[in-house]
């Protein structure tokens, strides 16, 4: 199959287009920028504004995909608060083009969604599919919209689209936007300088991780066989506390008790992994009480469908996350 991937310079991209090579796809990648170095086996890479509706248009009939994956997104609930307007023109305008332009030639599409579109509770429970949503962000507000936008190009022009709503994710090269990235950071500094000061979150958050390479793996399975107009949870099903990832990574380099940790803020749902350290103004802070920063989900749907299943322990990706950040300031020392 040939596969456009949108966003293909983002940290999923990569790794997305490496495994549809690996399994024998066709690969055009395409994001904003031109990428530093393309990767072998690609067909070619296409510098794309998503918000460009000719453009889009141009490159959908110059590509002819059989399969989209859009992964392109402003993808930072903190980053979304700061600019909600950039958001929407990114995350819905574009998405909207994106569809707009596949509509003819009807390609199977996968449209990435997010857990951030679920509506948060403080009971202790797995959330499915058919879960409530309610936009606690305007980035979570995007998702959901994107998601009824892709329904309505699947009744009204056939486009089989299928919707990811994914939990959080990690592994090498992550940014240090996202929670374990700025821990992997901070902590490659701190153990060569033999200790410190470091800065988080709200360590009481508890999170659903996978590893990004299981995550690409299930974006292809669904790309292959997923059931048009359905949501799939994208997770591992188990709830991790965000300050004992902290204590794992620490443990790792023997720096427990050689660093102070200064927690910037509470009540967020962003530094937990999401997005940015810190959290949005005001009102739209997540509630304070013990079990409401909690974002656990069903993976069941997925299993039971598509056979998928998480093959890297979440204590593998923290390592291998943390050796790239150790690597990254071996080379800039």
Known sequence: MRVLVTGAGGFVGGYLISHLLDVGHEVVASSLEPPADVQEGLVSWEVLELTDAPAVCSCVAAVQ??????????????????????????????????????????????????AQQYARTAHEERLTETSPQAASSPYALTKIAQEHMGRMYLDRYQVPVVLTRSFNHTGP???VQYAVGSFCSQIARLERAGGGEMHV?????????????????????????????????????????????????????????????????????????????????????????????????????????????????????????????????????
């Open 173 to 175: 090269g992550q940014s």
């Open 65 to 114: 995909p059989e399969g989209i994956i859009h992964c392109a997104a402003q993808a930072s609930v903190g980053g979304s608060w700061n600019d909600p307007t950039t958001t929407y023109r990114s995350n819905i305008e574009g998405t909207g083009n994106l569809l707009a332009a596949a509509k003819e030639l009807r390609p199977r599409m996968v449209l990435i969604g997010s």
């Open 201 to 333: 979150g709200n360590l009481d958050s508890r999170r659903d991780f996978l590893d990004v390479r299981d995550v690409v793996r299930a974006y292809t399975l669904l790309l292959e066989g997923g059931v048009p107009g359905e949501p799939y949870n994208i997770c591992s099903g188990r709830a991790v506390r965000m300050g004992e990832v902290l204590d794992k990574l620490l443990e790792v380099t023997g720096l427990k008790g050689r660093v102070q940790v200064q927690q910037l803020t509470k009540a967020v749902g962003s530094v937990a992994g999401d997005s940015s350290l810190r959290s949005p103004p005001g009102p739209h802070s997540l509630h304070a009480s013990a079990g409401a920063d909690l974002l656990v989900g069903d993976p069941t749907k997925v299993q039971a469908k598509l056979g998928w299943r998480p093959e890297i322990p979440l204590d593998r990706s923290l390592v291998e996350t943390l050796d790239w950040y150790r690597s990254e300031v071996e080379r800039n020392k």
